[in-house]
């Protein structure tokens, strides 16, 4: 007996049972191309981060419209999407530890995989495992722009650690990842900007002591849905690693857009829930809790509704305070509007891909689960 | 290429790759008998919730020791555990929806699977089910008594959804479901014991009305690891629906358990994690953060190291502030305990189980992702 699946292609939505991750085609193939369409006339690539879906299927249409390939956090995660026929990957993160560094130089073997470095001893980690690969990495030097998470501080630490990677027998100084995360939520387009500019200026300093110290970059990646067109505008950043933008959370769309010069992207992901209670008048109770719509970001949104809001979360109950004149029965069926789209995604085995209202293809999480 | 595993029988724990969920067995053992024990001489059976833990194994190890059966939410949770031998199960939610309700009677051909609900047109759909299937099915009646979700009110909406049960040709009207889910996690004992004694007040109004109304009420099922001793000295309650006793995250350890009756119960399970970088003196960063333990209920807590905070989580990053003299280097490896157990758990395919500084056992997370 296996647990049942929440939908077959061919079926309404709403006989599609719940809950379950309802991906809507139309919206999210406008989104598709919203993006790169935005890039239009500016010399930067796209490699969308897959982190957030986690997706052969779409990792493969990004690359159709011109991508470069796709960035991911995880080695596991390259693995499977190699798997699937991704052949461009860059590891937007450290690798760490002796199975994962065999993996990683392993599939180079069968696409091109980068990874970043901010540590001098996780350098020589790499490069012992190229060697007894007996092939060659391109190792990115991370610099932390501002995030103040990983990375070496831009200017000297930077150009020490490209110094080391480009000595190194079997790595290949590939560039600087500079990625401003903190920069992505802040709500006011302003502050968001200064940020970039602030991360900007740092680039611009590495790369000149990078010329400075005889190594070129040719290579800066970084940014995100937030903030993508000041990178794309600043002449510094070659790749664009966007990656939330064919969904669209909750918590993105709380961002202020206005004069960003970056489209509006529509809510394209939806967790499908039913109304398994209705205790009070003014109360409801949906199927989908915390083990179906990640709540790190807030909570999410109920769709379609502007007087319910979804106000608790539990294990496997939602619950919505009916703030209006909605009220719903028992059997109802919502769409929310998950708070973070990443982490929820990664709770579901498949995207249920539906247009005018009935189920086109389902397609599989391909690296659900994919922590190492 | 399949993602590789993080861990082998018989490994040592320092090669276990990261980041992974390991169950320290000593602990769990005695942990999965300490709760029983506490309960000898008293008249209440166990029932743990299964919702934690998502797995057969334990499952299986909790009725060797006289549990009367698990709790699911989901009766796809209770189809997978099914599948993997447990033979009596409480649906201890609503289920809604004729995919589900055929799924649920299909199921008590192989097993006896009971279920809750407080909704009249629900009812109806569970007698139809039944019916249908050529079976009876075992419907408790879920009262609010404070929780303030699911569950109709105590007294005269109690009895009359009972009655309606009684009516219906192919159901029976099995018992109370009582969870006081908002007592468990109130940081007093006092307060929690008090909204426990309001609880069993409304339980004690309820089962009287009920014998008042001819239906003996012969089964009241509730509490969870916060209150499960005040539920089990009430003399109203028959069973304990605890769960979370086994694994004791950082939430729970964070209640005050002082005269509780209720016996310390240690941490067993873990996220094993790996320090991925060392940006600044007194920051680490490790390699797993929302998408490897739930921050719902908080952040995880850094086992072992009084100093060391985890202080924000991103996807698939936990950034440390090192507070005190402890410091870490890059591949350094680190035990974090789970700010919430169950949708930690939910995240993984696999328990690592380790005794003694070694792998014992991998046992599968036999219900992951069960949402239906």
């Known amino acids: 007996m296996t647990i049942p699946a929440a939908a077959e292609v061919g079926m309404p939505l709403s006989q599609v049972d719940t809950p379950c991750l309802m991906l809507e085609l139309d919206a999210f193939e406008r989104n598709l191309r919203r993006l790169p369409d935005s890039l239009k006339g500016r010399d930067v690539r796209l490699r969308p981060h897959a982190k957030s879906h986690k997706s052969a299927d779409i990792a493969l249409r990004q690359i159709a419209l011109g991508a470069a390939g796709v960035c991911v956090q995880k080695v596991s995660e390259a693995a499977a999407l190699i798997e699937a026929g991704v052949k461009d ?84 100084f590939a560039g600087l990842q500079a990625y401003q995360g903190s920069a992505q939520h802040i709500r006011s387009v302003h502050a968001r900007q200064e940020a970039i500019t602030r991360a900007v200026d740092y680039v611009r300093m590495t790369t000149r002591m990078l010329t400075e110290a005889g190594m070129k970059c040719e290579y800066v990646t970084g940014a995100g849905t937030g903030s993508y067109m000041f990178e794309a505008a600043s002449n510094v950043y070659h790749e664009i690693q966007a990656g939330s933008y064919i969904f669209m959370d909750a918590d993105y769309a709380k961002n202020d857009w206005t004069e960003s010069g970056i489209p509006q992207f529509e809510h394209s992901l939806f967790v499908w829930t039913t109304v398994m209670s209705t205790p009070r008048p003014a109360r409801a109770v949906v199927d989908a809790g915390l083990k179906a719509s990640s709540i790190d970001s807030g909570m999410p949104r109920v769709a379609q509704h502007t007087d319910v809001e979804y106000v608790k979360a539990s294990d496997e109950h939602g619950v919505l305070n009916l703030t209006g004149t909605t009220r719903f029965k028992v059997g109802d069926k919502l769409l929310l509007i998950p708070g973070h789209c990443d982490p929820t995604v990664n709770l579901y085995d498949r995207y249920v891909c539906v247009r005018n209202g009935r189920v086109e293809a389902l397609w599989p999480v391909t690296a659900r689960g994919a922590l190492l």
């Open 89 to 172: 990957i860059l590891i937007a993160n450290e690798v760490v530890g002796a199975p994962k560094l065999e993996l990683l130089a392993g599939l180079n073997r069968r696409a091109h995989v980068a990874v970043c470095a901010d540590d001098a001893g996780n350098v020589s980690a790499l490069d012992a495992a190229a060697r007894a690969a007996g092939l060659s990495l391109d190792v990115l030097v991370e610099v932390d722009v501002g995030a103040n998470r990983c990375g070496v501080q831009p200017g000297g630490p930077a150009v020490a650690l490209a110094a080391q990677i480009s000595r190194a027998s079997n790595l290949r």
